[in-house]
């Protein structure tokens, strides 16, 4: 399995970028998928997740409101909307996928669950 990221770029606060993580795999719906960042001295962040079969959806409380996952299965690809940008956003953005994981998003993206499979990552910059 191989996760392609990508979309990330530099943004001005406020505004908005869409990261896509496209797949290689036959049934998007067989894995848990999620959003993870990880900003210079800081320790690696679950973002967004979404579980296996799409069951449940988790938000970072710090996006909550801005950014927005979802995943499109006729093309393998997840994405990440990102809305009203701020300075404390801008990171390394990686998505990773478990394969059949039976675990809600929240366990997915908050413990040190072992993921399997990582995209290489995509900056993020929000700087005026």
């Known amino acids: 399995v191989q996760l392609q990221a990508s979309g990330g770029g530099l943004v001005q606060p406020g505004g908005s970028l869409r990261l896509s993580c496209a797949a290689s795999v036959f049934d998007l719906d067989d894995y848990a998928i999620g959003w993870f960042r990880q900003a210079p001295g800081k320790e690696r962040e679950g973002v967004a997740c979404?579980?296996?079969?799409?069951?449940?959806?988790y938000y970072a409380e710090s996006v909550k409101g801005r950014f927005t996952i979802s995943r499109d299965n006729a093309k393998n690809t997840v994405y990440l909307q990102m809305n009203s940008l701020k300075p404390e956003d801008a990171a390394v953005y990686y998505c990773?996928?478990?394969?059949?994981?039976?675990?809600?998003?929240?366990?997915?993206?908050?413990?040190?669950?072992?993921?399997?499979?990582w995209g290489q990552g995509t900056l993020v910059t929000v700087s005026s």
């Open positions: 990773a996928a478990n394969h059949l994981l039976y675990a809600t998003a929240h366990y997915y993206c908050t413990t040190d669950a072992p993921r399997q499979y």
């Open positions: 979404i579980s296996t079969a799409a069951g449940s959806i």
